[in-house]
């Protein structure tokens, strides 16, 4: 079995600390779409010119929309969900999630710091701290 090989390269990486952290999360987004659109051929056992066909768009179109750089329309995404009959995209009704990010910082006169109103707190633990459904205590 071969073996990966590492390819290292000064330009590669100058180019790549280019793209924003946005920019690449766009990216692999579409790389995803791109695979779940294969995955959903491979699954009919399509070809690209069967999903041409059952999309009515040229062979050349659907190269494009598997390379994983296409910027899709809202519109060609349901199309292909419902021509693929998988999910590309969710648009289920899912409850808001309110996130509250705050610093604590304590003197050694504090032992409790209240948190009424407060659903949940979520941190990463540290000695001696315990969370009990009304407030924070560290001992």
Not at 35 to 50: C, F, L, P, V
Not at 62 to 67: P, V
Request: with cysteine; aromatic share 6%.
């Amino acid at each position: 079995m071969k073996q990966n090989e590492t390819y290292k390269s000064d330009i590669l990486d100058e180019l790549l600390d280019e793209i924003s952290p946005s920019e690449l999360k766009k990216t692999e987004k579409r790389m995803l779409l791109a695979r779940r659109i294969a995955e959903g051929m491979q699954a009919k056992n399509w070809r690209k010119t069967d999903l041409a066909n059952a999309m009515q768009k040229q062979p050349s179109v659907i190269t494009k929309w598997l390379s994983g750089t296409h910027n899709f329309s809202i519109d060609t995404l349901f199309d292909l969900e419902e021509t693929l009959g998988t999910k590309l995209i969710n648009t289920e009704d899912s409850p808001v999630q309110t996130v509250a990010s705050f610093h604590i910082s304590l003197s050694q006169n504090q032992s409790c710091i209240s948190t009424e109103g407060l659903d949940e707190i979520r941190f990463t633990p540290a000695p001696n701290v315990f969370i009990t459904s009304s407030h924070l205590e560290i001992n």
